[in-house]
Each structure stands twice: as structure tokens, then as C-alpha cells.
């Protein structure tokens, strides 16, 4: 029995219906992310979670009982927000312990609590308890919306998309340290966000989302490596998909724009079906390697030099290819016109939905 | 619950806004016993008397804007790109008339530019014209300052006048040309406030002993019955058209910001 | 750009002659500004504080003071800090009820918009014609006072109503109630409110559009009913703006003149009247104490702008 069970859940604004029998399991201390676009559904579903919408059907339940009737102040959850949800008129120390004031915890209980949530964070009492929101940069502000959330011990975290309105290096600094915090005290958490990168560097598990259906539930590595459908494969990572044409589905056989592929597995579906296929940048490579059966005479279109790493955009048989070739100060990436060679082995097509 | 109290504030509120607005048009129709007529405003607007206060105190209003805006408008734009330290001080100015009450400055006005005085300005109908203009300029500071600052604010003042400078403009032509057509919505907002609140006002325009449309009206609430209704009718249609105007503006405005 | 531009660059529009060249340049650009309000606003009003100070030969003296303190005189004070204490108080409560259905009390959205525009309207529409309109409503012969009277037997100004014949059985045949009358302290009062209330709902929309949806969410989460989140954490955010909102409607009252004259002529005795009288025609007999009853108003304004002041950065910490 999952520890939070929401079951098909439906909600609808009028004639539109914004989530669409989401179904979701979530084990006791789990890291769940729900990943989308905007308008995916993903932060309604969040928000009925924590009672702030009335879902149109559906169940929510936490240790096998149904918290759709109890309002968002009987729900005993936590939650951070996006941003600025911090009280200005408290002190840090005052927001962290709004909670435990409501719930009527003694003042030196609550004193204590305070302090050590405030030290879980990092930002010890005495030198932070006293600030005001304002003093605060943005990372330490999300830092305290966070301690405010667990103090109360709430039974499920909910944060709603709480990196976003960050800077880039705050941000990958911080949800790694959400997620240890949340690791330490093994609270079961859904987060939503719309950044792919960060769904799958913290999560256990990811579920995809768009316009309102559960794309793809899985673990971050199934997600990126097998993706369900083409919106999973084009939001999560970067691909351009293509249409193959089944050849042999047992040897695992496709023939795309006059090429043959041998993937190396069974495909479960019948001869002469279209499937699409992708590669992903980095299983292309540039220049022949071993193990890398299928080479093709290409040209270079477009190079992009992002750092550690280097895409590049080449034209093979008219046909785009992205591929990403680690950075190598004595090797210069080639200049776009010039012509290259470029190889990949039919092991790493991805089938999307196979 | 909260949604019937919340209606039930609003609509008591409305009620108690819309019954003196129905009281007095319906009184001002009264003046013929057996029907409702016209006969209050024709006797009002025929008046020789109300259409000299009324054009002398449109007048005053004119000049009352032209003054505000060459004061404020300058003065904001030079505090905002250049003395940004003294915009606590302007301000603070700009909202004493809220504090002082109006009749204490017009007290001081009777009393420091009097006939004995270094400037004897109430020597003289045109200098007391000037002095009444002025203490409305000074009435409408707090509502011109805010328009025109609040406009500032909505655009880059200091790239602007760096890139007039660039191409040569002069301080003249930074102001005229380039700084107030981009807060000319704001000083339209601030001009029909200025309108509104200049072309009924009663105590500066009475102690200076003016002809101007406020004490027009009181004097005309001593003697009449029906034709004060008609004239707080047309006051009332005249402050709707100066809002309704400021109103337009405003929206006028938003559609070139999101077109450009 | 250096700040030392300005002084390296010919200055066309200001003035084509600074004289103090101690003064940096830049101070021009202000000073039209600062001449006109120490002219018309600063000298006339320090003329008038000075002047509570001087004997008609100059003296300095604290007997305008001293004189202040006349039955009369008093009693005018007392009336007019009365009048705009409640108008101002009403006006802020009412207007706060009407601001937060609109905002957050769950109302059509379209309601909105010309609830604002109509408090611009009204809030504006003071004076002599704002007079007439409650003369015509309330006054002695007005809509309501006649309809009250005609149709359900309640004369206002006598304070008695003259109950219908269904009703005898169960309220007698006549009920008394404190008299009403337009030219009183409460007509007075509930006259202003048509201008407070709309001021009001002016000034505290933004400060109601400020209160952030996070912030009901946040506190509901952790526990808070509607009733706590208001005490906790929407009141005391607000706390500053009401304040400045009662201080500047009081000032509002306080100084109004034209509304009080053409609602009741010289004859109630309230502050702005008794001065108005005074500058007019000298009825208190001596000049100088005119400019004591002036600086007796500038104080009284001045001290609830400072105890608004004080209490604001008391309540602000929190404020950058």
C-alpha cells in the first residue's frame, strides 16, 4: 500500500479538463518529481494535493485515507512555494515557527524546533533567526520557506517549482541540498518542475506530464534511455525523432532513409510497421570508434561550443544529426562546411515506446 | 459566507453613494410643482453670472495646469536624473497641502502679500488672479507631482537624456521633446485631476474675493431652492468627465507601451 | 555617465547666468521648484506660525495662545477633531470593507474597474455642490426625510416615529430615537463619508493587491484558519497603510471648509469656519489670534501625521 496513493484524479475548469485520470503511487520517503511545460497539469495536481483545488474526481489518499474532504489547514502538509512566500512582516525565526505557534506547541518546544530546522538549513538562529525576509538574498529566503514547511513534522512535502525564480548556480547548489535534507529526514516529497535537468538530478522517480496525462512514470534513468512517446523523447534531453520502417522485428531490423539498422533487440511490433526512432547527441560519434558499426560521410552545418562539451549540428544523406564530442584542447572542433565523418552503432537508436 | 458578506458591504456601500446622487437630480427636475422639468438647469445655465465664474474659473484651471507642469515636470526629471538624494525632500513638500489645511494657506497669502507688504500682490485684481492661480498650483502639487513621478518612473529617464545628448539635443529640447511626450499620459491624468478639483474649489477663490465658480454656488445655495440640485448635477457630470477622460488616457497609453 | 557631467556641459535651458558659483550647477535645475514653494507654500505658512507668536507690534507673546483657551473656541476645536475623527474612522472602515469584497471577497471582476473610476468620482466630488446633494437627500425637505416621513411615519428631525398600525401591537404608537439633522455634528460626518470612503477604497486597493496569494496559502498550510491569517499576517502588513490612510482622511476633514459652509452657513462653530469668519470679518477681535486659531490647525494635523509617522516605523521594521 503506497504510502501516498493519488487515483484518478480529474479536474476541469469549465469545459477544460486540466488533469486527466492521473494515477500515482508514492512509497513512504520517496522523491517524486512531476515534469512538464506550462499548463501541463502538473502544479494542479500539486495544488489539490495540498487542497488549494477541489479535484472534479478522484481520490487523494495518505496512509490509506482520503484527504479530499479536509481543508488545506487539516491536511498537515508542507509546502514551498516559487518564490516571495515567506511572511515580511516575521523574523526568519518568527516564519519558521508560525506553524508550531498555530498547532499551539509550548513556546520553548517551538524555541527549540526552531533551531534545529534553522540549523538543518544552515542559517544558525542566532545570527539569522532575527532578520527580517528582506535581508535575505533569494537561496537563503527558499532556504527558510523550507524550514518553515517541516517544522510543524508536516506528513508530505509538496514544492512547487521553489528553484525557478533562483540564479543558475544557487539553484543546482540548493536542490542538491533539498534533496539531502529530504533524504535525511526521509519525508515523502513531490516536486514540480518544468526543468528537466533538475526532475532528473534529485528524483527517485519522474513522471512526464502533458496536457494533463501521466506521459511516462519511471526512474530518471528510464525516462532519459527509454522514453514512452515522442513528447517524453523531445521534453526530456535533446533528439530529433524520425520515422523507420520495421524490417525484421525479431533480429530487431528498421530501415530509415535507405539505411539499415540492426539494434540488437526484439521489437514488439509486426514487420512494416513505422516506428519512430532517435539518437541521442551523445551516442553519435565524430570519426570512426570501435563498436560503432554504421559510419556515414557527413557534413558539418553548425558547431556549438558550450564548455566541457561540443555540439554539433552535421548533414548526413539529408538527414540532421546532433552530436556531442567532449572538448580536447590539441583537437579544434571542425568549422561548419567542412566535411566529416560521423558513427553510432544501431544499439543506441532509441524506439520510442519500445 | 464571506462572498454574502462581501456583497452585502458593496451593495450597502452603493446604496449609500447612489441615494444623494438620485436626491439630487430628482430634486433639481422639481421646479415646475405638477412635473418633472428641465426649468432648474435653463435657469442656471441662463444665469449671465454662472457663465462668468464658470469661465473664469476654467481659466484659472488652464493656467493652474500650465503652472503645474512647468514646475513639476522639469523639477521631477531633474530630481530623478540628477539629485536622486533629494527626492525624500520633494516629496515631503510635494504632500504638505494634503496636511496644511488649504484655508490656512490662503490666510497666509492674505496676510504676506497684502497691500503693506514687500510684494503687494492683493493690491491689484491681475495680482490677485496670479496669487489665487498660484495657491491652486501649490493644492494640485501632491496629485501632479505623484502623475508625473509615477510616469517617470515607467521610463528610462537617464538612457533617454544620454541618448538625446548624444544626438545634441539641448536641455530645452530633452524636456519639450523628448522627456514629456513619454509622460505626457501621467500630466494628462494630473491636468484633469487639476480640472476637477480647481473649477468647484471655494475657499482660496472666496477669501481672495474672486469671481470664480465655487462661491457662485454657495451664494446661489442661500437664495434658491431647486437651482443648487441642478448645479450639483452639472458639478458632478463635470468631475465624471474629468476622470472619465483620465481614464482614457491611461488606457490610451498602455496600448502605445505594448505596441512599441 | 560621471555625476560631474553637468559641469562640464554648457547648461541651455535654466538660466544662462548662475550667480553662486559655490553652488554646484545642478541645484539650478531645482531651484524654480524651491522658490515657488517657499513663495506659496513655506513663507505664508511660517508668516502664519510666526505671526500666533507676535503682538500687533510685533512681540514676541504666547497670550494668542493663552487665548485660544475660550469656551468657544474650544468647543470649535473639539467639534471639528469630532467630526473628523469619526468621518475619517468610518470612512476607513467602510471603505476597507468595500476595497477587500472587490479585491478579495470573491465579487465579479468587472465590478472592479468602475468601482474605481467612481471612487475618483467621488472622491472629488466635495465642496459646495457635494452640500447640495445631502441638502437635497436628508436635508429638511429632502427625498428621504420626506419619504421616511409620508410613507413610514419617521420624522428625522424630531427623533420620533409614528408607528404604522400593524406594527402598534408589538412597538407601541410611538418610538423615540436621537433626532437627526443635516446641520449637526452627524450630518456633518455622514456628509464627508461620501468623500472619505471613496479615498479610502483609492488608497488601500493597492495595498490589498499587494497581499500576496502565497501568503494565504502558506499560512492555510501550515495550519492557520481565515481568521488567523488575517491577525497574523494580513492585518499587520496592511497595519501601515490603514494608518496613513486615517491620518490623511482626518487631515481631509479637518481642513474641509466649503462643504461645512454650504451645508450649514457660518453658523456651526467648528475650526475651519470659526477661522473662515475670523479672516473675513476679524469676529474674534484681534488679528493675531486668528493666526493662533491657524497654527492651533497645522498642529493638530501635524500630530496626526506624527503619531501615524511613528507608529508606521514601529510597525515597519519588516519595510526596506
Not at chain 2, 513619454?182 to 474672486?210: K, Y
Not at chain 2, 437651482?227 to 477622460?245: H, K, Q, R
Given at each position: 500500500?503506497?504510502?501516498?496513493?493519488?487515483?484518478?484524479?480529474?479536474?476541469?475548469?469549465?469545459?477544460?479538463?486540466?488533469?486527466?485520470?492521473?494515477?500515482?503511487?508514492?512509497?513512504?520517503?520517496?522523491?517524486?518529481?512531476?515534469?512538464?511545460?506550462?499548463?501541463?497539469?502538473?502544479?494542479?495536481?500539486?495544488?489539490?494535493?495540498?487542497?488549494?483545488?477541489?479535484?472534479?474526481?478522484?481520490?487523494?489518499?495518505?496512509?490509506?485515507?482520503?484527504?479530499?474532504?479536509?481543508?488545506?489547514?487539516?491536511?498537515?502538509?508542507?509546502?514551498?512555494f516559487?518564490a516571495y512566500a515567506l511572511f515580511p512582516n516575521l523574523t526568519v525565526a518568527q516564519n519558521v515557527g508560525f506553524g508550531l505557534k498555530i498547532?499551539?506547541?509550548?513556546a520553548?518546544?517551538a524555541q527549540?524546533?526552531v533551531a534545529?530546522m534553522l540549523?538543518?538549513i544552515?542559517l544558525p538562529m542566532a545570527e539569522f533567526g532575527g532578520r527580517y525576509p528582506f535581508q535575505l538574498s533569494g537561496g537563503q529566503q527558499q532556504r527558510v520557506a523550507?524550514a518553515r514547511?517541516?517544522a510543524?513534522?508536516?506528513?508530505?512535502?509538496?514544492?512547487?517549482?521553489?528553484?525557478?525564480?533562483?540564479?543558475?548556480?544557487?539553484?543546482?547548489?540548493?536542490?542538491?541540498?533539498?534533496?539531502?535534507?529530504?533524504?535525511?529526514?526521509?519525508?515523502?516529497?513531490?516536486?514540480?518542475?518544468?526543468?528537466?535537468?533538475?526532475?532528473?538530478?534529485?528524483?527517485?522517480?519522474?513522471?512526464?506530464?502533458?496536457?494533463?496525462?501521466?506521459?511516462?512514470?519511471?526512474?530518471?534513468?528510464?525516462?532519459?534511455?527509454?522514453?514512452?512517446?515522442?513528447?517524453?523523447?523531445?521534453?526530456?534531453?535533446?533528439?530529433?525523432?524520425?520515422?523507420?520502417?520495421?524490417?525484421?522485428?525479431?533480429?530487431?531490423?528498421?530501415?530509415?532513409?535507405?539505411?539499415?539498422?540492426?539494434?540488437?533487440?526484439?521489437?514488439?511490433?509486426?514487420?512494416?510497421?513505422?516506428?519512430?526512432?532517435?539518437?541521442?547527441?551523445?551516442?553519435?560519434?565524430?570519426?570512426?570508434?570501435?563498436?560503432?558499426?554504421?559510419?556515414?560521410?557527413?557534413?558539418?552545418?553548425?558547431?556549438?561550443?558550450?564548455?566541457?562539451?561540443?555540439?554539433?549540428?552535421?548533414?548526413?544523406?539529408?538527414?540532421?544529426?546532433?552530436?556531442?564530442?567532449?572538448?580536447?584542447?590539441?583537437?579544434?572542433?571542425?568549422?561548419?562546411?567542412?566535411?566529416?565523418?560521423?558513427?553510432?552503432?544501431?544499439?543506441?537508436?532509441?524506439?520510442?515506446?519500445? | 459566507?464571506?462572498?454574502?458578506?462581501?456583497?452585502?458591504?458593496?451593495?450597502?456601500?452603493?446604496?449609500?453613494?447612489?441615494?444623494?446622487?438620485?436626491?439630487?437630480?430628482?430634486?433639481?427636475?422639481?421646479?415646475?410643482?405638477?412635473?418633472?422639468?428641465?426649468?432648474?438647469?435653463?435657469?442656471?445655465?441662463?444665469?449671465?453670472?454662472?457663465?462668468?465664474?464658470?469661465?473664469?474659473?476654467?481659466?484659472?484651471?488652464?493656467?493652474?495646469?500650465?503652472?503645474?507642469?512647468?514646475?513639476?515636470?522639469?523639477?521631477?526629471?531633474?530630481?530623478?536624473?540628477?539629485?536622486?538624494g533629494?527626492r525624500p525632500v520633494?516629496e515631503f513638500?510635494?504632500l504638505?497641502?494634503?496636511?496644511?489645511?488649504?484655508?490656512?494657506?490662503?490666510?497666509?497669502?492674505?496676510?504676506?502679500?497684502?497691500?503693506?507688504?514687500?510684494?503687494?500682490?492683493?493690491?491689484?485684481?491681475?495680482?490677485?488672479?496670479?496669487?489665487?492661480?498660484?495657491?491652486?498650483?501649490?493644492?494640485?502639487?501632491?496629485?501632479?507631482?505623484?502623475?508625473?513621478?509615477?510616469?517617470?518612473?515607467?521610463?528610462?529617464?537617464?538612457?533617454?537624456?544620454?541618448?538625446?545628448?548624444?544626438?545634441?539635443?539641448?536641455?530645452?529640447?530633452?524636456?519639450?521633446?523628448?522627456?514629456?511626450?513619454?509622460?505626457?499620459?501621467?500630466?494628462?491624468?494630473?491636468?484633469?485631476?487639476?480640472?476637477?478639483?480647481?473649477?468647484?474649489?471655494?475657499?482660496?477663490?472666496?477669501?481672495?474675493?474672486?469671481?470664480?465658480?465655487?462661491?457662485?454656488?454657495?451664494?446661489?445655495?442661500?437664495?434658491?431652492?431647486?437651482?443648487?440640485?441642478?448645479?450639483?448635477?452639472?458639478?458632478?457630470?463635470?468631475?465624471?468627465?474629468?476622470?472619465?477622460?483620465?481614464?482614457?488616457?491611461?488606457?490610451?497609453?498602455?496600448?502605445?507601451?505594448?505596441?512599441? | 555617465?560621471?555625476?560631474?557631467?553637468?559641469?562640464?556641459?554648457?547648461?541651455?535651458?535654466?538660466?544662462?547666468?548662475?550667480?553662486?558659483?559655490?553652488?554646484?550647477?545642478?541645484?539650478?535645475?531645482?531651484?524654480?521648484?524651491?522658490?515657488?514653494?517657499?513663495?506659496?507654500?513655506?513663507?505664508?505658512?511660517?508668516?502664519?506660525?510666526?505671526?500666533?507668536?507676535?503682538?500687533?507690534?510685533?512681540?514676541?507673546?504666547?497670550?494668542?495662545?493663552?487665548?485660544?483657551?475660550?469656551?468657544?473656541?474650544?468647543?470649535?476645536?473639539?467639534?471639528?477633531?469630532?467630526?473628523?475623527?469619526?468621518?475619517?474612522?468610518?470612512?476607513c472602515?467602510?471603505?476597507f470593507?468595500?476595497?477587500?469584497?472587490?479585491?478579495?471577497?470573491?465579487?465579479?471582476?468587472?465590478?472592479?474597474?468602475?468601482?474605481?473610476?467612481?471612487?475618483?468620482?467621488?472622491?472629488?466630488?466635495?465642496?459646495?455642490?457635494?452640500?447640495?446633494?445631502?441638502?437635497?437627500?436628508?436635508?429638511?425637505?429632502?427625498?428621504?426625510?420626506?419619504?421616511?416621513?409620508?410613507?413610514?411615519?419617521?420624522?428625522?428631525?424630531?427623533?420620533?416615529?409614528?408607528?404604522?398600525?400593524?406594527?402598534?401591537?408589538?412597538?407601541?404608537?410611538?418610538?423615540?430615537?436621537?433626532?437627526?439633522?443635516?446641520?449637526?455634528?452627524?450630518?456633518?460626518?455622514?456628509?464627508?463619508?461620501?468623500?472619505?470612503?471613496?479615498?479610502?477604497?483609492?488608497i488601500i486597493?493597492p495595498a490589498l493587491d499587494g497581499l500576496k496569494?502565497e501568503w494565504r496559502?502558506a499560512a492555510?498550510?501550515l495550519?492557520a484558519?481565515?481568521?488567523q491569517y488575517w491577525r497574523m499576517v494580513a492585518l499587520p502588513i496592511l497595519f501601515p497603510s490603514i494608518l496613513g490612510c486615517l491620518a490623511l482622511?482626518?487631515?481631509?476633514?479637518?481642513?474641509?471648509?466649503?462643504?461645512?459652509?454650504?451645508?450649514?452657513?457660518?453658523?456651526?462653530?467648528?475650526?475651519?469656519?470659526?477661522?473662515?469668519?475670523?479672516?473675513?470679518?476679524?469676529?474674534?477681535?484681534?488679528?493675531?489670534?486668528?493666526?493662533?486659531?491657524?497654527?492651533?490647525?497645522?498642529?493638530?494635523?501635524?500630530v496626526a501625521n506624527t503619531i501615524y509617522i511613528v507608529l508606521r516605523a514601529r510597525s515597519e521594521r519588516w519595510l526596506k
Amino acid at each position: 500500500m503506497a504510502y501516498l496513493d493519488i487515483a484518478h484524479l480529474e479536474k476541469s475548469f469549465g469545459a477544460n479538463r486540466v488533469v486527466k485520470d492521473f494515477s500515482l503511487p508514492i512509497d513512504q520517503g520517496e522523491f517524486v518529481s512531476l515534469l512538464g511545460p506550462s499548463g501541463c497539469g502538473k502544479t494542479t495536481v500539486l495544488r489539490m494535493v495540498a487542497g488549494f483545488e477541489t479535484p472534479s474526481a478522484g481520490a487523494i489518499r495518505i496512509e490509506g485515507k482520503d484527504i479530499v474532504p479536509l481543508r488545506p489547514n487539516q491536511r498537515n502538509v508542507g509546502m514551498v512555494f516559487q518564490a516571495y512566500a515567506l511572511f515580511p512582516n516575521l523574523t526568519v525565526a518568527q516564519n519558521v515557527g508560525f506553524g508550531l505557534k498555530i498547532a499551539g506547541v509550548r513556546a520553548a518546544e517551538a524555541q527549540g524546533r526552531v533551531a534545529e530546522m534553522l540549523d538543518l538549513i544552515g542559517l544558525p538562529m542566532a545570527e539569522f533567526g532575527g532578520r527580517y525576509p528582506f535581508q535575505l538574498s533569494g537561496g537563503q529566503q527558499q532556504r527558510v520557506a523550507l524550514a518553515r514547511a517541516l517544522a510543524p513534522r508536516p506528513r508530505v512535502l509538496l514544492l512547487d517549482e521553489p528553484l525557478s525564480a533562483l540564479d543558475a548556480k544557487v539553484r543546482v547548489r540548493l536542490r542538491t541540498e533539498i534533496r539531502d535534507i529530504q533524504r535525511r529526514l526521509g519525508i515523502t516529497t513531490i516536486f514540480v518542475t518544468h526543468d528537466q535537468e533538475e526532475a532528473l538530478s534529485i528524483s527517485d522517480r519522474v513522471v512526464v506530464m502533458n496536457a494533463g496525462i501521466a506521459d511516462q512514470v519511471g526512474s530518471p534513468f528510464e525516462i532519459y534511455n527509454q522514453p514512452a512517446t515522442p513528447f517524453v523523447a523531445s521534453f526530456v534531453g535533446t533528439l530529433t525523432p524520425i520515422d523507420a520502417t520495421v524490417i525484421d522485428p525479431h533480429q530487431g531490423t528498421v530501415m530509415s532513409g535507405g539505411l539499415t539498422l540492426h539494434l540488437g533487440r526484439a521489437l514488439p511490433v509486426q514487420a512494416g510497421t513505422v516506428v519512430p526512432i532517435a539518437l541521442r547527441p551523445e551516442a553519435v560519434h565524430l570519426g570512426r570508434a570501435s563498436g560503432r558499426e554504421i559510419v556515414l560521410p557527413a557534413t558539418a552545418r553548425a558547431v556549438e561550443f558550450m564548455g566541457s562539451v561540443i555540439r554539433i549540428r552535421a548533414e548526413a544523406g539529408g538527414q540532421s544529426f546532433l552530436l556531442d564530442t567532449f572538448n580536447r584542447p590539441d583537437a579544434p572542433p571542425p568549422r561548419p562546411g567542412e566535411p566529416v565523418e560521423i558513427s553510432f552503432s544501431g544499439r543506441d537508436v532509441i524506439v520510442i515506446g519500445a | 459566507m464571506t462572498r454574502v458578506l462581501a456583497w452585502g458591504a458593496f451593495l450597502l456601500g452603493m446604496l449609500y453613494f447612489l441615494l444623494p446622487l438620485w436626491g439630487m437630480t430628482e430634486f433639481s427636475l422639481r421646479m415646475r410643482r405638477d412635473a418633472y422639468s428641465f426649468d432648474a438647469y435653463a435657469s442656471v445655465l441662463g444665469n449671465p453670472e454662472f457663465q462668468r465664474t464658470f469661465a473664469f474659473s476654467a481659466t484659472m484651471a488652464l493656467v493652474t495646469i500650465l503652472m503645474g507642469v512647468l514646475i513639476v515636470v522639469p523639477t521631477a526629471f531633474w530630481v530623478r536624473l540628477r539629485m536622486p538624494g533629494l527626492r525624500p525632500v520633494v516629496e515631503f513638500i510635494t504632500l504638505l497641502p494634503l496636511v496644511i489645511p488649504a484655508i490656512v494657506i490662503v490666510f497666509g497669502y492674505i496676510r504676506l502679500y497684502n497691500t503693506g507688504s514687500w510684494l503687494p500682490l492683493t493690491g491689484t485684481a491681475a495680482g490677485t488672479n496670479l496669487l489665487l492661480a498660484m495657491g491652486y498650483t501649490v493644492l494640485a502639487l501632491p496629485y501632479m507631482y505623484r502623475a508625473v513621478d509615477t510616469g517617470l518612473r515607467t521610463i528610462d529617464v537617464a538612457t533617454l537624456t544620454e541618448a538625446a545628448q548624444s544626438l545634441g539635443a539641448g536641455w530645452g529640447t530633452i524636456l519639450g521633446r523628448v522627456i514629456l511626450p513619454n509622460v505626457l499620459g501621467a500630466v494628462l491624468s494630473g491636468a484633469f485631476l487639476t480640472f476637477a478639483i480647481v473649477i468647484g474649489e471655494f475657499t482660496m477663490a472666496a477669501l481672495l474675493d474672486r469671481p470664480a465658480f465655487g462661491p457662485f454656488m454657495q451664494r446661489l445655495g442661500q437664495d434658491r431652492a431647486y437651482e443648487p440640485s441642478a448645479l450639483a448635477v452639472i458639478a458632478f457630470v463635470i468631475t465624471w468627465g474629468c476622470m472619465g477622460l483620465i481614464g482614457l488616457v491611461t488606457r490610451t497609453q498602455k496600448h502605445t507601451r505594448v505596441r512599441t | 555617465m560621471p555625476a560631474d557631467a553637468t559641469t562640464t556641459r554648457p547648461l541651455a535651458a535654466p538660466s544662462p547666468a548662475p550667480r553662486a558659483p559655490a553652488l554646484p550647477l545642478r541645484w539650478l535645475g531645482v531651484l524654480p521648484f524651491f522658490i515657488f514653494v517657499a513663495l506659496f507654500l513655506i513663507l505664508p505658512t511660517m508668516h502664519i506660525v510666526l505671526g500666533a507668536f507676535r503682538t500687533t507690534a510685533g512681540d514676541f507673546t504666547v497670550q494668542n495662545i493663552l487665548d485660544l483657551n475660550t469656551r468657544s473656541i474650544r468647543n470649535a476645536y473639539w467639534v471639528s477633531i469630532q467630526v473628523s475623527f469619526w468621518s475619517a474612522l468610518l470612512g476607513c472602515l467602510i471603505g476597507f470593507a468595500m476595497a477587500a469584497a472587490v479585491v478579495l471577497g470573491g465579487l465579479p471582476r468587472v465590478l472592479r474597474q468602475p468601482l474605481l473610476t467612481f471612487s475618483g468620482v467621488a472622491s472629488n466630488f466635495a465642496g459646495v455642490p457635494l452640500a447640495f446633494a445631502f441638502i437635497a437627500t436628508i436635508g429638511p425637505a429632502g427625498l428621504i426625510t420626506l419619504w421616511l416621513r409620508s410613507d413610514l411615519g419617521i420624522v428625522l428631525q424630531a427623533g420620533l416615529w409614528n408607528v404604522p398600525d400593524g406594527l402598534q401591537a408589538l412597538l407601541g404608537e410611538q418610538v423615540r430615537f436621537p433626532r437627526f439633522n443635516i446641520l449637526s455634528t452627524a450630518g456633518l460626518v455622514l456628509t464627508y463619508l461620501f468623500f472619505q470612503i471613496p479615498l479610502m477604497i483609492l488608497i488601500i486597493t493597492p495595498a490589498l493587491d499587494g497581499l500576496k496569494r502565497e501568503w494565504r496559502e502558506a499560512a492555510q498550510v501550515l495550519g492557520a484558519s481565515g481568521w488567523q491569517y488575517w491577525r497574523m499576517v494580513a492585518l499587520p502588513i496592511l497595519f501601515p497603510s490603514i494608518l496613513g490612510c486615517l491620518a490623511l482622511l482626518f487631515a481631509n476633514a479637518f481642513g474641509a471648509v466649503a462643504t461645512a459652509i454650504a451645508l450649514t452657513g457660518p453658523a456651526l462653530n467648528i475650526a475651519p469656519i470659526l477661522l473662515y469668519a475670523q479672516i473675513r470679518g476679524d469676529v474674534l477681535g484681534n488679528p493675531h489670534l486668528g493666526y493662533a486659531l491657524a497654527l492651533g490647525m497645522i498642529v493638530i494635523t501635524a500630530v496626526a501625521n506624527t503619531i501615524y509617522i511613528v507608529l508606521r516605523a514601529r510597525s515597519e521594521r519588516w519595510l526596506k
